[in-house]
Nanobody, 113 residues
C-alpha cells in the first residue's frame, strides 16, 4: 500500500512563499509522473503542476510563480510557491500516477490579502 503524506501548508500573506512537500512510502516517484492538485471551496479540483520524465506542466495561473521538483532519493516531491495570491487559497493534494493512482490527504494553503 503506497501512502503519500503532504506537509508545508499554512497561512501566509499575499506575496509570500510556501514550500509543500509530499513524501511517498515507496519508490514510486522516480519512474512515474507525480503532481499537485488544488481544490478551493465550491470549485472543482484542478491540476496545478506535474512532473514526469517528459518534463513539467503548470497551469497558466501559476506559471512563473510555482516550481515543482522531486528528490528521488528521498521519495519526495516539492511544490515551491512564490508570490502567492489570495486566489491560491485551497487544499493542495499530491498525486502519483503510479499503478492505480494514489492521493495524499491534502494540506491547506491560505493566502491573506
Amino acid at each position: 500500500q503506497v501512502q503519500l503524506v503532504e506537509s508545508g501548508g499554512g497561512l501566509v500573506q499575499a506575496g509570500g512563499s510556501l514550500r509543500l512537500s509530499c513524501a511517498a512510502s515507496g519508490s514510486i516517484f522516480s519512474i512515474n509522473a507525480v503532481g499537485w492538485y488544488r481544490q478551493a471551496p465550491g470549485k472543482q479540483r484542478e491540476l496545478v503542476a506535474r512532473i514526469s520524465s517528459g518534463g513539467t506542466y503548470y497551469v497558466d495561473s501559476v506559471k512563473g510563480r510555482f516550481t515543482i521538483s522531486r528528490d528521488n532519493a528521498k521519495n519526495t516531491v516539492y511544490l515551491q510557491m512564490n508570490s502567492l495570491k489570495p486566489e491560491d487559497t485551497a487544499v493542495y493534494y499530491c498525486k502519483s500516477w503510479s499503478g492505480p493512482g494514489y492521493w495524499g490527504q491534502g494540506t491547506q494553503v491560505t493566502v491573506s490579502s
